[in-house]
């Protein structure tokens, strides 16, 4: 077996391994029967790169893949970061950088050998840890489960171009499924050693809900921030060599752990030597919920393993079982359309609600606004909460381009629950409400705030915060009919940047009772 398949085969190396040329390597020392070789060499040393210090390897004239080739040589380092965030830690970035190849003087072949070369990490487990860096895409599932080789030099595509690990350091604490999925309690940061009840807050349902948006998932390693997030415990996976039943090998492919446990290793699957390290871990919108959920003192804390989740007291409840787009509802508002999302019943207690709607997604605004997220990215949409609605009433409105004549969701989930496509038809009526959208939202930078109103008249537009008090006016006096367009950067009305948070932009005035929208500043 070429040495290079041997990253992929975690049998083969009980410790870790950093490979950013893994061929057939030889070195060369130069004894008087080698003399056509180029003399090898191994060189380390600490250098600063960037302010950073950095301790460097580098692979000078080693022959690769072929000892019969004496032209055929290579050039490579890598290079270890200190990681400065957190004292302790030392989870730094890795970088691998590529030189020349062939030039040897000392014979008159060119030929150099770069075939089934494999670039990468490779963990400890016996089972598959290892990440590939020959895959650029930065779908981290992707990278973990390739066992792609290269054939051309550089690797990384041109000399002056190299390949980054970029670590995300995290002090491992030990806590499955506590909420802290953004590592507030960890020393140095704003909680550290403060109870539960202080160390999760809204952020850590919002790093859940804003991966999910997005589709970029949490750091999946062992007391990382999805083995913090994962507050029902049923989202551990693995990657397996093995067959159901353990008695055959097959392709490698993911299979997940959905059983819920107090502890990460008691129920484990009997799968080829299976272990700790071998065990990755993912968040959905409902954890988010959960929190959401905790954070309104409606369970007691996380993780939560109890089957039933109190809504009020002792009280039982029938739950919504999935959701629908009424489309027949929709409203214009410009070239947009607003959607509502209804439930199938009522519900009291956490709520998520997740999905890929084919199309651009403008905004996703929620009904009702207390102890509820909402956060759309491309045309994936998430939401979560701790919420009591009935099935009358819309539980968000969706906006997209008026354009769009059918949806094909995707990726459904519904309160943690994977569920089957939905095709939904558009159908629309001319606008009949004063509505308000906010794009983006979250805020980063600016936002546009789109005011439709049905009846002229003379309105105020302004900003609170989440005190009730207002912090910025962005229209006062008569607006006319139709759609007017504001924007806002995050100031209020001295200018002054305010601090990140939820705030609320109300238009009132002419008759019209109060309409409100939330926007999360997150700059």
């Known amino acids: 077996m070429n040495i290079a398949t041997r990253l992929f085969d975690g049998q083969q190396f009980p410790r870790n391994v950093v490979a950013p040329f893994w061929g057939d390597h030889y070195m060369r020392v130069g004894p008087p029967s080698e003399l056509q070789y180029m003399q090898s060499q191994v060189l380390t040393r600490l250098v600063t790169v960037g302010g950073r210090q950095a301790f460097c390897i580098e692979w000078r004239n080693l022959n690769i893949n072929d000892e019969t080739v004496p032209s055929s040589v290579g050039n490579f380092q890598v290079y270890l970061y200190q990681q400065t965030q957190i004292i302790g830690n ?6 691998f950088a590529y030189g020349t190849i062939g030039g040897n003087p000392n014979t008159s072949q060119q030929t150099v050998v770069t075939r089934n070369a494999s670039v990468g990490l490779k963990g400890s487990s016996p089972q598959g840890d290892w990440i590939n860096g020959l895959e650029f895409g930065g779908n981290i599932n992707v990278a973990r489960t390739s066992t792609r080789l290269t054939n051309v030099w550089p690797p990384s595509g041109a000399t002056d171009t190299t390949i980054v690990f970029q670590a995300i350091p995290r002090v491992r604490l ?26 999760v807050t809204a952020n850590d349902a919002l790093t859940i809900l804003r991966s999910v948006a997005t589709g970029i998932p949490l750091d999946s390693l062992y007391r990382r921030p999805a083995f913090k997030g994962d507050v029902d415990h049923n989202g551990r996976y693995y990657y397996s060599t093995r067959n159901w039943n353990n008695t055959a090998d097959t392709p490698l492919y993911r299979r997940e752990i959905r059983t819920r446990s107090l502890y990460y290793t008691d129920d484990l699957p009997n799968d080829n030597s299976l272990d700790i390290r071998s065990i990755y871990f993912y968040v959905n919108a409902y954890d988010a919920a959960l929190i959401m959920h905790y954070l309104g003192g409606r369970i007691p804390e996380l993780p939560w393993l109890i089957d039933s989740v109190v809504p009020a007291g002792k009280l039982a409840y029938e739950r919504a079982r999935t959701f629908e787009l009424r489309t027949q509802e929709a409203v214009k508002v410009g070239s947009m359309l607003r959607v509502p999302i209804y439930l199938d019943g009522d519900n009291v207690g956490p709520l998520s609600i997740a999905f890929d709607a084919g199309v651009p997604i403008e905004s996703v605004e929620l009904t009702a606004k207390e102890n509820a997220l909402a956060l759309s990215y491309g045309s994936r949409v998430a939401i979560a909460g701790s919420v009591d609605l009935s099935a009358g009433e819309p539980v968000a409105w969706l906006t997209i381009p008026s354009t769009a004549e059918v949806l094909h969701l995707t990726d459904v989930e519904f309160n ?8 939904v038809r558009i159908t629309a009526s001319e606008p009949v409400e004063t509505t308000i959208i906010a794009s983006p939202n979250p805020l980063t930078t600016t936002t546009t705030i789109l005011v439709t109103i049905p009846t002229p008249g003379i309105y105020t537009l302004a900003i609170y915060d989440a005190q009730g008090r207002r912090v910025s006016t962005l229209a006062s006096g008569v607006l006319a009919k139709g759609t007017l367009p504001v924007t806002w950067n995050g100031t209020d009305h001295m200018g002054n940047t305010l601090p990140n948070g939820t705030y609320f932009c109300r238009l009132e005035g002419s008759g019209i009772g109060n309409v409100v929208t939330s926007i999360v500043l997150d700059r």
């Open 90 to 95: 030392f989870q730094g970035d890795i970088e």
């Open 174 to 199: 030990d806590v499955w499924g506590d909420g802290d999925a953004d590592f507030s309690q960890a020393p140095g940061e704003r909680h550290a050693g403060r109870p539960q009840n202080i160390f």
């Open 416 to 423: 943690g629950d994977r569920q089957s496509d939905k095709i």
